[in-house]
């Protein structure tokens, strides 16, 4: 189901947000020269939509990164070891 979001008459279309919408991953990650940057910007300040997007990608994203400095606890590395050695015993033994 495709909803669709009112810009105003100078805002930005449905297909052209499609494309900022690909860019911001790009943006969030320092992947886009000051050019484009600042394009992203540009729109991101014009459009709500795509702002609440961004916004929620990259709070997704800090969250991600949070929980990936965060150690699994000592049971759970102990098992996952023990079923890694399982797997390879078998591939060793076919």
Do not use: W
Request: hydrophobic share 30%.
């Amino acid at each position: 189901m495709s909803q669709s979001h009112s810009h105003g008459d100078a805002g930005p279309g449905e297909a052209e947000c499609a494309d900022y919408l690909e860019r911001i991953v790009f943006f969030l990650d320092n992947e886009l020269d000051e050019a484009d940057c600042s394009e992203v910007r540009v729109h991101l300040d014009e459009c709500g939509p795509c702002l609440e997007k961004y916004d929620l990608q990259r709070v997704v994203k800090q969250v991600v990164a949070r929980s990936c400095g965060e150690s699994a606890p000592d049971d759970l590395r102990e098992r996952v070891r023990i079923r890694i050695r399982e797997v390879q015993i078998r591939i060793t033994e076919s």
